[in-house]
């Protein structure tokens, strides 16, 4: 197991030159103790495998569909991804909300990407409504029980993501990370005791917030959007998760 986990999540953004020269600079900044992982759009996905490969980097989907293959126009499935990458993230605040992804549809993916595999990044989160109605604990809970029901890998990811948090420039607090994240935990004991878990924090992380989630007992990484398409600080990221042990 590494120190600590950071996955680069560019969503729809990079240009197929900005995509190879950010993972030119993953590649270079690498270190050991840090698990960094590229999750950049699919079509990119095969050119930056190449960029990375032999190289302690990562890559990672930001989706999948879980039918292995047939008539789903658009959708690519988990069969497809293990020959591109290692990882992939489900459940991001994006996919549900903008995209209508249920727990069940989060649920049938996580079993998937674990079928065919690949290592899930499962997002969860709250709504700023859900916090200040106190139900942040019932939205996490929920979301996490409901997408493990039927998980079988050996590794899991989990990213607590506080939808205000997601593009705001303001994370949460790392108290209120670590809050969250002890929740996921509790959560996962439920799965069988042979899966490795991490827990993760993503939602505006930046180099100068990096740190402060890092040291909090329960949390193993970051997953990171804006700033990670940013060479400059991606670089200084991989620098502190490097630096700090806890
Ligand atoms: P952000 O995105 O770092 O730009 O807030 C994080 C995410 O949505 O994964």
């Known amino acids: 197991m590494p120190d600590h986990i950071l996955v680069a999540n560019w969503k729809m953004n990079t240009s197929s030159r900005e995509a190879e020269l950010l993972a030119e600079v993953a590649r270079r900044t690498a270190v050991h103790g840090v698990e960094s992982v590229l999750c950049p759009p699919f079509v990119w996905l095969d050119r930056i495998r190449q960029i990375v490969e032999g190289s302690r980097v990562r890559v990672g989907a930001q989706n999948l569909h879980w039918e292995a293959k047939g008539a789903y126009t658009g959708e690519i499935s ?10 992939v993230i489900v459940g991001h605040s994006e996919r549900r909300t903008l995209f209508g992804e249920s727990d069940a549809i989060v649920a049938k993916k996580l079993h998937t990407a674990a079928a065919y595999g690949l290592i899930p990044i499962l997002c969860v989160g709250e709504s700023v409504e859900a916090r200040e109605a106190g139900k942040t604990e ?6 996490v029980l409901n997408a493990v029901a039927y998980f079988g890998g050996e590794r899991l990811l989990v990213a607590y993501e506080p939808i205000w948090a997601i593009g705001s420039g303001t994370p949460a607090t790392p108290v209120q990370a670590q809050a969250a994240a002890g929740l996921i935990l509790r959560c996962l004991e439920t799965l069988p005791g042979n899966t490795d878990v991490s827990v993760l924090y993503g939602g505006s992380v930046s180099p100068s917030s990096l ?15 804006g700033a990670s398409l940013d060479a400059e600080q991606y670089t200084e990221m991989v620098r502190i998760a490097a630096t700090i042990t806890t």
């Open 78 to 87: 988990g069969s497809q991804l293990r020959e591109l990458c290692e990882y």
């Open 138 to 143: 019932e939205v996490i809970g929920r979301q």
């Open 211 to 225: 740190a402060g989630f890092l040291e909090q007992p329960d949390i193993d990484g970051a997953l990171v959007g």
